[in-house]
């Protein structure tokens, strides 16, 4: 296949007229750019030059590739150019997933910042409320971090960014108002507002109540912690959330697990020298965890 640089070694015969001045243009030594011209013939099988007694003379054929080789250059040059913008952090594309909860107070920050002072960057985002989900998403390419819980083992990169503490969500005027905290043992005769299984906090509750040798009675099952906190304040029985899913003013009565629960909050990236992405991450690790008030 021609090269890039014998086809700019033919536009710069064709604008120049001579090989002495192409040459010149290009920084090139006479052979070198006759090199090129001699190796594009024998690609395209078929001479681009026409010799002189004094020179020489571009054919048809070399006019035609040539014209086609301008639009293959200035594709070449806009492609180098991006890739220097996105080299340096000020141009592309980053596709973030995210664990739905903590869209809101971890990555609404970062979001408007970049906003304002990485205007050329498109930023793709997508909730969901499976970490191992998530990493999927990044090993198979489908996304360039994730940002959430802990998921299990994997060889992608992680870092943990901090924790999150998860608490207990009840219908205001509930037994638990008299309590500062909740056991697991007291959630043991609550109907118990759960999570579908395929949200991660389905199985994660289930094994720390099984820790605390209790078995949940749940009554209905919800895929988000946004709406398990809004049901348990409506009445519908009790629940667990991470702090992230309660609103400024929680609906319900809020009491925090004794012992105190939390969940570690990581970032899986698939690429992490990628400069948008680690300029993320960084931005990512100046953000500040909710507390129970």
């Known amino acids: 296949m021609a090269t890039l640089r014998a086809l700019e070694c033919l536009v710069a015969l064709v604008d120049h007229g001579s090989v002495t001045r192409a040459a010149a243009a290009l920084g090139f030594s006479q052979p070198a750019l006759s090199h090129q011209i001699a190796s594009l013939e024998r690609e395209l099988g078929t001479p681009v030059v026409h010799k002189l007694g004094r020179g020489v003379r571009v054919t048809a054929a070399g006019q035609a590739v040539a014209e086609e080789a301008r639009v293959a250059l200035r594709a070449a040059d806009q492609a180098v150019r991006t890739g220097r913008r996105i080299g340096a952090g000020t141009s592309g594309r980053l596709r973030v997933a995210c664990a739905e909860t903590m869209t809101g107070w971890l990555l609404v920050p970062v979001l408007r910042r970049w906003r304002s002072s990485r205007r050329d960057v498109t930023i793709e985002l997508s909730e969901h409320t499976s970490a191992d989900h998530m990493v999927e998403l990044v090993a198979t390419g489908?996304?360039?971090?994730?940002?959430?819980?802990?998921?299990?083992?994997?060889?992608?990169?992680?870092?943990?960014?901090?924790a999150e503490e998860v608490v207990?969500?009840?219908?205001?005027?509930?037994?638990?108002?008299?309590?500062?905290?909740?056991?697991?043992?007291?959630?043991?005769?609550?109907?118990?507002?759960?999570?579908?299984?395929?949200?991660?906090?389905?199985?994660w509750i289930?094994?720390?109540?099984?820790?605390?040798?209790?078995?949940?009675?749940?009554?209905?099952?919800?895929?988000?912690?946004?709406?398990?906190?809004?049901?348990?304040?409506?009445?519908?029985?009790?629940?667990?959330?991470?702090?992230?899913?309660?609103?400024?003013?929680?609906?319900?009565?809020?009491?925090?697990?004794?012992?105190v629960v939390t969940r570690q909050v990581a970032v899986v990236v698939g690429a992490p020298s990628d400069t948008l992405v680690a300029a993320f991450v960084e931005d990512l690790r100046q953000r500040t965890f909710p507390q129970v008030r």
């Open 142 to 162: 489908a996304a360039d971090l994730a940002v959430g819980p802990m998921p299990s083992p994997t060889d992608e990169y992680v870092e943990v960014l901090g």
């Open 168 to 203: 207990v969500v009840a219908p205001a005027g509930h037994r638990f108002t008299t309590k500062p905290a909740v056991s697991f043992a007291d959630l043991a005769s609550e109907p118990f507002v759960h999570y579908v299984p395929d949200n991660g906090l389905s199985g």
């Open 206 to 259: 289930d094994q720390l109540a099984a820790q605390h040798r209790v078995v949940l009675d749940p009554v209905l099952r919800t895929r988000s912690p946004r709406t398990a906190a809004q049901l348990a304040a409506a009445g519908m029985g009790v629940t667990i959330v991470p702090v992230s899913a309660l609103s400024a003013r929680p609906p319900g009565l809020v009491r925090r697990l004794s012992p």
